[in-house]
């Protein structure tokens, strides 16, 4: 399993930034930006592939 990819969500959702202002979404699944590195955040655009973006998340 790679670590490294986006945190993608489904279902009807809402979106909202910092000050309560809502992202328009066209679709019940999303990709959300970790690497901190897309040109479209919070949403990802596959920049985490050519910046080598490390990163393991694991339940505990």
Known sequence: MN??????LEGSLTLTDADGNRFTLER?????CRCGQSSNNPFCDGTHG???FD????AR
């Open 28 to 32: 019940d699944r999303i990709a959300l």
């Open 3 to 8: 670590n490294n990819r986006p945190s993608v």
């Open 50 to 52: 050519k910046v080598d």
């Open 55 to 58: 990163s393991q998340i694991v």
